[in-house]
């Protein structure tokens, strides 16, 4: 029987170009990990903040007062709030300025909640072109370390008087590894952008809603009467 197999011994007794390929699929693999950990937390939590806004948002508060508690609060403002502070502001601005047409004041509020939302979902897609990165190459560099490996196993055969299987099984074994190595780096890359690409288009969607309902009630509030608008449909 042949010896107990052992992924350490065939990274150890790999070439040294196997190990420097095995050694940056490690650190993407990790640092892709770490990005997925980030992402995760930082979807959850703007999906967590869109859902509290949009239910202060249309429980008929007024939009003023919504406004003040938003502009004041210590932390930062980002996510949907943050392209409500964006429009609101724009809005309130616009309709202190005498002369200005109401579909002006409403296209000023609407063209900087989309610059606002713009920020918000580059800020949510950072990171997002890592994976994809990670995901789409880690296959080929595995491969390469692997084609390096089995070239080498067959150049050193060369001048040898017999060949078997045994003479080369564990060089290419060893060179095998950074294929799978590859794998184990891309797979989860591969899922996890699939996964976060698709919240963030979710969110983006929201936004978009958004800025059109608030739009909409904008332009209500500054056709039929000049006082602050309510979060309220009516």
């Known amino acids: ?23 940056l699929l490690l650190l993407a693999s990790i640092a892709s990990w770490a990005v997925m950990f980030d992402k995760r937390r930082l979807l959850k ?3 967590g903040d869109a859902d509290e806004f949009e239910a202060s948002f249309w429980s008929g508060v007024d939009l003023t007062k919504l406004y003040k508690e938003v502009a004041e609060s210590r932390n ?3 996510g949907m709030a943050g392209i409500f502070k964006s429009g609101y502001r724009e809005f309130s601005r616009l309709r202190d300025e005498s002369g200005l047409a109401a579909g002006t004041r409403v296209q000023g509020a609407h ?9 918000e979902v580059d800020r949510l897609e950072q990171n997002l072109a890592f994976l994809a990165t990670v995901a789409s190459t880690s296959p080929y560099v595995g491969l390469f370390g692997t084609v390096w490996g089995i070239m080498s196993a067959f150049y050193s055969l060369q001048g040898a008087q017999s060949v078997s299987i045994a003479l080369v099984a564990g060089p290419i074994s060893e060179a095998l590894v950074a294929t799978a190595m590859g794998l184990f780096a891309a797979i989860p890359a591969q899922i996890a952008y699939n996964r976060f690409a698709d919240l963030v288009d979710r969110l983006e969607v929201r936004y978009d809603t958004f800025v059109e309902e ?20 009516q």
Do not use: H, T, Y
Not at 7 to 22: C, E, P, R, T, Y
Not at 111 to 119: I, K, L
């Open 1 to 23: 029987m042949g010896g107990e197999f052992s992924v350490i011994d065939l990274v150890w007794n790999a070439s040294w170009v196997v190990k420097i390929v095995l050694l």
């Open 45 to 47: 939590q703007a999906i």
């Open 76 to 78: 930062s403002v980002l």
């Open 111 to 119: 063209r900087a909640m989309n610059v606002s939302q713009m920020r």
């Open 214 to 233: 608030l739009s909409s009630i904008l332009e209500r509030s500054a056709v039929r009467k000049p006082a602050p608008p309510s979060g309220a449909v």
